[in-house]
């Protein structure tokens, strides 16, 4: 079992930042992607962004690139997502989320193990 703690969300104006992080422990942790997604009420969850574990391969969703920048300090078992520039369409529950096999990364269904959720609110 893998166990995943975001923590880092909150109420920011639009233009402002924040910064993620999820905090990874249990079973001997060599992953192959990272990833973080968001959820609004009623909606699917979002792929945000992931990362390769080992490497520096990274991706994002098209509505983020540019302004969240995605980083892990692998000593530390820990996952981060800088968010700049929020916009009030940023508002979500933010998860973090962990895969151990290979293949794209950004569909929801693909992770393995996801933490409890932040929430990040940006107002206008």
């Known amino acids: 079992q893998v166990q995943l703690v975001e923590s880092g969300g909150g109420l920011v104006q639009a233009g402002g930042s924040l910064r993620l992080s999820c905090a990874a422990s249990?079973?001997?942790?060599?992953?192959?992607?990272m990833g973080w997604f968001r959820q609004t009420p009623g909606k699917d969850r979002e792929f945000v962004g992931r990362?390769?574990?080992?490497?520096?391969?990274?991706a994002y969703a098209d509505s983020v690139k540019g302004r969240f920048t995605i980083s892990r300090d692998n000593a530390k078992n820990t996952l981060y997502l800088q968010m700049n520039s929020l916009k009030p369409e940023d508002t979500a529950v933010y998860y973090c989320?962990?895969?151990?096999?290979?293949?794209?990364?950004?569909?929801?269904?693909?992770?393995?193990?996801w933490g409890q959720g932040t929430q990040v609110t940006v107002s206008s």
């Open positions: 990362i390769r574990w080992n490497g520096d391969s990274t």
């Open positions: 989320a962990v895969r151990y096999g290979a293949g794209s990364g950004y569909a929801a269904r693909d992770y393995d193990y």
């Open positions: 249990g079973r001997t942790f060599r992953p192959y992607y």
